[in-house]
């Protein structure tokens, strides 16, 4: 049930474009997206909802195709403080939007100066 | 409160011992997680809360580890006679409700079995 995320690790320089993404064996009604920097808990980025809608936060966007089970993070023209690990969470409970979140393995980012 | 808090912040206890983990979930969030990250490690998920119930129990690893929530709110995570590998963060979030709420993550109790 856990989903799959790559890469597990990144590194970039200020300035250049990443992509992480997120697969599930099992049909999805939703991704949510965490930040978690060293030390930290994890914040919300976003959820995306049926539908293949693309959410944004700061230059930090995600896509969600439920066909293929699958999510993209895209980190554009990264800074500095996107460092962190990323990680994505797909419902527990199969195809429904209640019950647990279980989360992916994590891709870790390191952005350099 | 203004959001999730947990205690005690760090936690070092002896083999065998029981231990106690509280969360004080945001006021009104009705959905409570319990999580736990081993160094370096992903966030596993042991169990969630609707109100004071909990219809999900699966992530528990093994009998030793228990939870309870009261009134709806502060939650107990109890591990018995705790074993080295049960060190980790164990961290508490809580949501609004269980649809698609973003959860907001406490500071987590960094636990140490020596």
């Known amino acids: 049930q856990q989903p799959v995320q790559s890469p597990q690790a990144v590194i970039l320089r200020e300035g250049e474009d990443a992509v992480i993404n997120c697969s599930s064996s099992k049909a999805l009604y939703s991704v949510h997206w965490y930040r978690q920097k060293h030390g930290e808990a994890p914040v919300f980025l976003m959820i995306?909802?049926?539908?293949?809608e693309q959410k944004g936060h700061e230059k930090i966007s995600a896509s969600f195709n439920e066909k293929k089970q699958q999510s993209s993070l895209y980190l554009t023209a990264s800074q500095l403080s996107y460092s962190g690990t990323y990680f994505c969470?797909?419902?527990?409970?199969?195809?429904?939007?209640?019950?647990?979140?279980?989360f992916g393995k994590g891709t870790k980012l390191s952005v350099k100066p | 409160g203004a959001g999730v808090s947990q205690s005690p912040s760090n936690k070092v206890t002896e083999k065998g011992k029981d231990v106690e983990l509280r969360c004080d979930p945001i006021s009104g969030h009705t959905a409570l997680y319990w999580y736990r990250q081993s160094l370096g490690q992903g966030l596993e998920f042991l169990i969630y809360f609707q109100g004071n119930s909990a219809p999900d129990k699966s992530g528990l690893p093994s009998d030793r580890f228990s939870a309870e929530r009261t009134g709806g709110s502060v939650s107990t995570l109890t591990i018995q006679r705790t074993q080295q590998e049960d060190s980790a963060v164990y961290l508490c979030a809580s949501s609004l409700g269980p649809n698609n709420e973003k959860l907001f993550f406490g500071s987590g109790t960094q636990l140490s079995v020596l």
């Open positions: 969470g797909t419902p527990g409970v199969y195809g429904g939007s209640q019950g647990n979140l279980i």
């Open positions: 995306l909802l049926k539908g293949g």
